[in-house]
Structure formats: C-alpha cells, structure tokens
C-alpha cells in the first residue's frame, strides 16, 4: 500500500520539474528573440555602408551630402540632389568668348568669285553672386561685346541679268549689357567634383553699329543704335580643377528678347523700329567659356 502511494509522487515531482524546465527555456528564447530583433533593427536603420547617412562641415555646420527635392504632385518619387557648393559661399567668375572667320578669293563654283572676308566677335563676361541656399546663387553679371566685318570684294554672276560686285564694305559693333541671374547647380556624385547647372539671366543692354558701303560712287555711313532687354537659358557644365577654383562651359539655348534700334545715314535720321523674338535651339556661336572662384 505505501508503495502503491509512492509512484503518484514520483510522476507528479517528475511533472512538475519537467514544467519548469519548459518554461525557462520559453523565457530563454524570448529572451534570444529579442536581443536578435533589436540587433536587427539597429542595424537596418543606420546601414554601415548607406551614402545617403554621409555628412559634411561646412563652416560651423555639420550638413548632409543629400538634399531632396521638392515633389510636384501626391506621389513621393524620391528624387535627390548632391551638395555640390553649399549656402553662404561668395563666386566670382569670368566668361569668354572669341570667334574668327577669314578667307581670301575664295570661289563658289563660277557664280561666286573673288570673294574676299575678314570677320570676328569678341566677348568677354565677369560676374559675381552668393549662394543663398545649397546649390542655389544669385546675382549680377556684365556684358561686352565687340564684333567687326570687312569685305574686301565680291563678285557674283548667276545669269547676264544677275551680276554685279561689291568692294570696301566694312561693319563694326559694341554693346554693353548688365543683368541679374538665378542659378541652380545638381551635383553628379559625393566627391563635390563635377556638377552640372541651369542658369537663367534678365539682361538690359545698348550698344551701337557701324555700317559703310559704296553707293553711286559715294561712301555711304549708317549708324545703329540699340537698346534691348532680354530673358536667356542656358545651361552648362562645372568642375572643380581645384578645391575652390572651377571650369564652366555654358551653352545658349532658350531666350526672349524685346529690342529698339533707332537709324541715322550721314547723320540724318532715316527711322526706327521695335522688334520681339524668341529662339530655341542649340547655337554653336554661344558657347562659353570661364573659370570661377569660390570663397
């Protein structure tokens, strides 16, 4: 009977150790369980590797390599941009250039001979502007241009009814133009190296012309002069040759432009007119070339 009363016993201590041992090892592994998920998530936050966590200083600052960008509509399409020039940098650059064109008897089959021209422009653009945001200046750039053609002959003869020739006829040009520009830049990588830009200037310029020619056997002098206002595009490329020294190449694109041109011939004024246009297209006489510095 005793033994009979000692085996329940042993099934129940039995039992319950058994219990016992289950629960603690259920605490264990939920225990493992969650220092594996918050190791999980620490690192799933703050990636080692992730580009978009690198920061720089700037000044006194410490600033992210990455600036969103502002989304036109409801969906988020996760467009960045790089820092390239960060806010409160000063530029000041300088842009140029120079074309030239010259042959001598020159001939077109038999209908153009003795075609004799000498042509050039020159241009020459400092300007200077702060940078009120990351990537984002404005301010003031000037304008001289200087252009002159001389022709020292030409001779034409398509038909015995269309001939005739032309000698001595020569052309200069001046202008000057002042104006206020907004430009935003879009860095390429981290390295702060290469960068591409928009650059949208208003422009108000005068200048005049100078035309001379023979006509009847008299010299013959007609002077332009010229006031113009005008709205231009252009976008462009910058490196950075050194850490605060840039190369900038610029393309004319767009513009609109509203011009006055008042005319005078032998100091007699024989008219004035007013015109408007527009242009889009790729001018391979626009081209620009400059350097920058930056502090």
Request: aromatic share 14%; hydrophobic share 40%; glycine share 10%.
């Amino acid at each position: 009977m005793r033994l009979l009363s000692l085996i329940p016993m042993k099934k129940m201590i039995f039992t319950g150790i058994m219990v016992l041992a289950a629960c603690f090892a259920a605490t264990d592994a939920q225990a493992q369980e969650i220092d594996s998920l918050a190791v999980y998530s620490e690192f799933e936050s703050l990636p080692v590797d992730d580009p978009l966590d690198k920061m720089v200083i700037v000044g006194n600052d410490t600033v992210s390599m990455i600036l969103p960008q502002r989304n036109f509509g409801r969906y988020d399409r996760g467009l960045f941009n790089f820092l390239f020039i960060p806010k409160g940098q000063w530029m000041f650059g300088l842009m140029a250039s120079y074309g030239e064109f010259n042959t001598e008897d020159a001939q077109l089959l038999n209908a153009i001979t003795n075609f004799d021209f000498k042509g050039k422009m020159f241009s020459i653009k400092p300007s200077f502007g702060y940078f009120i945001g990351n990537n984002q200046s404005i301010g003031l750039k000037f304008n001289y241009t200087r252009g002159e053609a001389s022709l020292g002959s030409l001779s034409v003869d398509i038909d015995e009814d269309i001939n005739f020739s032309l000698k001595d006829v020569s052309y200069f040009s001046n202008s000057y133009s002042i104006g206020v520009f907004y430009r935003t830049y879009v860095g390429l990588s981290t390295m702060k190296r290469f960068g591409v830009f928009n650059d949208i200037d208003l422009s108000f310029g005068s200048g005049s012309s100078r035309f001379k020619r023979y006509y009847g056997g008299e010299l013959r002098d007609t002077r332009t002069n010229v006031t113009s206002v005008a709205l231009n595009f252009s976008p462009g490329l910058c490196v950075f040759i050194m850490d605060n020294v840039s190369f900038n190449v610029s393309f004319g694109v767009f513009g609109v432009s509203l011009r006055h041109e008042k005319q005078l011939t032998d100091n007699v004024v024989e008219g004035s007119r007013t015109s408007s246009g527009a242009n889009f297209k790729f001018n391979l006489f626009n081209i620009n070339f400059g350097l920058g510095v930056h502090i």
